[in-house]
T-cell receptor, first 115, second 112 residues
């Protein structure tokens, strides 16, 4: 059983288009995240939701809008795609936001290429 | 500013040749340090969490250790299947939010 899944796995699109990436976790976790991994392989957090509430919102262009319909799903919508948005986007989830560090479990990634 | 630096950037080993990967960090109040393994085209896979200086964790040929300024991932008698990128991440600062700060990773290649 897949713990954290993402769709699509690959996404090739033209500049200026709008696209969405979906994430689902079946671990029963309360918190979900979006990370971006650029060409230099750095993983950087973008957003985090806890029980459908936005709790982390890094300095990300407002063309990126996360949405959490329920605590098992976190989607990422990107408007007016730019060349620099090309990257691998990872979804992750963790049990909660307790004082102790919670292990984050990652999905397989969505490879976005903007032409 | 919180920062994580991993070295070396790339490491090539012969099968059975033990070595260590380094993760040094400067953070305002470490709350946890994580090691992940990432295979090409896949998401990071959790290996270890370390919370305080002096702590050690082991799993098969891997052993992670933590001091106040750095962590080491020791690989004993590696096999070709240990080839991957190893990522270190820290969570620091106040609050209960699990914001991880990642290093750039060490690409490990183990040759038979």
């Amino acid at each position: 059983d897949t713990a954290v899944s993402q769709t699509p796995k690959y996404l090739v699109t033209q500049m200026g288009n709008d696209k969405s990436i979906k994430c689902e976790q079946n671990l029963g976790h309360d918190t979900m995240y979006w990370y971006k991994q650029d060409s230099k392989k750095f993983l950087k957090i973008m957003f985090s939701y806890n029980n459908k509430e936005l709790i982390i919102n890094e300095t990300v262009p407002n063309r990126f809008s996360p949405k959490s319909p329920d605590k098992a799903h976190l989607n990422l919508h990107i408007n007016s795609l730019e060349l620099g948005d090309s990257a691998v986007y990872f979804c992750a989830s963790s049990q909660g936001t307790s004082g102790r560090m919670e292990t984050q479990y990652f999905g397989p990634g969505t490879r976005l290429l903007v032409l | 500013e919180d920062q994580v630096t991993q070295s070396p950037e790339a490491l090539r080993l012969q099968e059975g040749e033990s070595s260590s990967l380094n993760c040094s960090y400067t953070v305002s109040g470490l709350r946890g340090l994580f090691w992940y393994r990432q295979d090409p085209g896949k998401g990071p896979e959790f290996l270890f969490t370390l919370y305080s200086a002096g702590e050690e964790k082991e799993k098969e040929r891997l052993k992670a250790t933590l001091t106040k300024k750095e962590s080491f991932l020791h690989i004993t008698a590696p096999k070709p299947e240990d080839s991957a990128t190893y990522l270190c991440a820290v969570q620091a600062g106040p609050g209960g939010y699990n914001k991880l700060i990642f290093g750039a990773g060490t690409r490990l290649a183990v040759h038979p």
